[in-house]
């Protein structure tokens, strides 16, 4: 119909553009009026509907989704709004236990209404007798099914642990009565024993037999070692003992040119600079060697050939006389105050007290143990005590009268390498692989005081400056490390001697006797010589062709050193 009304308005071509401008509005704006009200078909379709009929749906549109991993919300949820369910489908990677309901961390906990004092009870029969009453909800309130070691259970008949059980033998044991104060010898108070109770268990016969077979096998796989020790002997390489006026080797020389006797050091002390002497005599390697006590007129040295040597510094300086009595190697050698006396530390676990003069061994001691360094008490009345580091971490004392261990210093968590008696003798200084210092007071076996920094090294090698007040200790992080030996005995962290190679061997150290210069040798066989005071490297020069092991300063002479090295010889520089 709208096509043929709209026919019936069709005009020819032929009017003209006259007639067009003659067009009112109303031709215009006809195609925005409704149409006809008699054409109702068409107003039907035509027409629109301002507030149409819409299916509701409040509850998506009004209902904000929070996602899961949300951690701010901006708005104030509802209830409803937070605990909605996730929406979407479920994740295919989670497992069914995973995916499970939980409310804690390790599942669903029903809740039970349970007494506290059941649950205690329940618990500790558990942990105890290893079963408990079921606590699973919906059980009936008899308690009839229980849990955990159904044996256990049986045996106890089902007892808690609030629950007296049967008396075992010994649960109630009668102590012997003696409570009478007044009677001193009887009075046993509440150190009583019980009645029946056994102080001392014996293996029964079958265990002993047992017992005997293992002790019998562990003797079979150790070696046979012969702990019994070398028959001592000593060779003279003198023609006489004595000389014409009856005086032997012990005796210091007056013609040397030099006052022996003398306390008083020299003035000025000088670098040495030439090579003047060798003493040749040692087949192996060197471990020690120490200048004779004040005089410093004979030399005692010890090495790996277990051979210890005595030799002359002045005049010919020969090979006096030779001590033998160690199966292996002498680790060291320490005279007592007069020279008359000396020990010899031996890795084979003895140390031996000699005779200088006479070369007879007087005394041996031991303590099966690898004895490291031997000392002699300083103090004139207690000349007899002798004290020995040993592997096996223990300082040991012997009283050389009785033979008998007369005191154990046992604190080092380390083999003890050196003992070195300080402040007028009253007190000692130990150095042990546990790379720690300690101080003892004499027959006090805990240390009085203990050095340990986690910068320090062991020190295998330690020397009293000569005017008794500090330690110099060689580290085996090549320094050598200086520490008062008085009160305090500090750490002294600006000196610190530098520039040589001695880790892994107990290179000595020495000072001169005017306290100018500090000496060490080095495992390249070089000896060093360091100023004291500014601690400045002074000198080096080769001595040795293996280890410089030892160094020694003479204490009367300006600038004469003796060195001992792993070549076996021992050299005498000026």
Request: glycine letters at 6%; aromatic letters at 10%.
């Amino acid at each position: 119909m709208a096509a043929l009304d709209a026919l019936t308005k069709y005009d020819s071509d032929s009017n003209s553009d006259s007639d067009v401008k003659e067009a009112t509005s109303e031709e215009f704006t006809s195609h925005l009026k409704p149409p006809d009200k008699g054409n109702s078909v068409m107003q039907g379709k035509l027409s629109v509907n301002a507030a149409p009929d819409v299916v509701g749906m409040e509850h998506t549109l009004l209902t904000k989704h929070l996602a899961a991993t949300t951690t701010e919300v901006c708005f104030n949820p509802k209830y409803e709004q937070i605990f909605t369910p996730n929406v979407g489908p479920v994740n295919p990677f989670k497992t069914k236990q995973q995916l499970a309901e939980k409310n804690t961390l390790a599942g669903f906990v029903e809740p039970a209404h349970v007494n506290d004092f059941t649950f205690e009870r329940e618990r500790r029969t558990f942990h105890s007798y290893g079963y408990a009453i079921d606590p699973s909800v919906g059980m009936t309130t008899g308690g009839d099914r229980l849990v955990g070691n159904v044996a256990e259970m049986q045996q106890n008949k089902g007892v808690t642990v609030f629950e007296a059980k049967q008396k075992r033998p010994g649960d109630k044991r009668r102590k012997e009565k003696a409570t009478d104060a007044s009677d001193i010898e009887g009075y046993l108070g509440p150190w009583a024993k019980y009645k029946d109770e056994q102080t001392v268990m014996k293996p029964s016969e079958e265990e002993q037999v047992e017992l005997d077979e293992i002790s019998a096998k562990r003797q079979k796989k150790q070696k046979q070692t012969d702990d019994k020790p070398m028959e001592e002997k000593s060779t003279l390489h003198l023609k006489e003992a004595t000389d014409y006026q009856g005086r032997s080797f012990l005796h210091i020389p007056q013609d040397v040119g030099i006052n022996l006797r003398s306390d008083v050091p020299p003035d000025k002390c000088f670098i040495p600079k030439k090579h003047i002497h060798t003493w040749t005599g040692h087949t192996k390697a060197l471990s020690a060697i120490k200048w004779f006590p004040k005089s410093a007129h004979l030399l005692l040295s010890c090495g790996m050939d277990a051979k210890i040597k005595i030799w002359e510094v002045y005049n010919e300086r020969r090979c006096v006389r030779t001590y033998l009595g160690h199966k292996q190697a002498v680790r060291d050698v320490s005279f007592d105050n007069d020279g008359a006396r000396f020990l010899s530390a031996g890795y084979d676990r003895y140390v031996k007290l000699w005779d200088t003069e006479t070369g007879a061994c007087i005394s041996k001691f031991t303590s099966r143990k690898i004895p490291y360094c031997a000392k002699f008490n300083p103090e004139a009345d207690k000349q007899h005590l002798i004290v020995a580091g040993t592997s096996d971490k223990k300082i040991v004392c012997w009283d050389t009268n009785s033979g008998e261990i007369v005191q154990e210093y046992d604190r080092h968590l380390g083999a003890v390498n050196t003992i070195t008696f300080v402040d007028d003798n009253r007190r000692f200084v130990s150095t042990s692989d546990d790379k720690s210092l300690r101080v003892w007071e004499w027959d006090v076996p805990v240390d009085m005081k203990y050095i340990a920094d986690p910068t320090m090294h062991s020190m295998p090698a330690v020397t009293l400056s000569p005017n008794t007040k500090w330690l110099a200790c060689q580290s085996m992080n090549n320094q050598v490390m200086i520490f008062s030996a008085r009160e305090r005995f500090k750490w002294n962290r600006k000196k610190i001697f530098k520039g040589h190679m001695v880790a892994g061997y107990a290179c000595a150290v020495d000072f001169s006797p005017d306290m100018s210069y500090l000496i060490s040798g080095d495992a390249d066989g070089k000896l060093y010589v360091w100023d004291w005071k500014t601690t400045k490297l002074f000198n080096k020069f080769k001595a040795h062709d293996g280890v410089c092991i030892g160094a020694l300063w003479h204490p009367h002479e300006t600038s004469k050193v003796a060195t001992a090295g792993w070549d076996g010889l021992i050299k005498y520089w000026d």
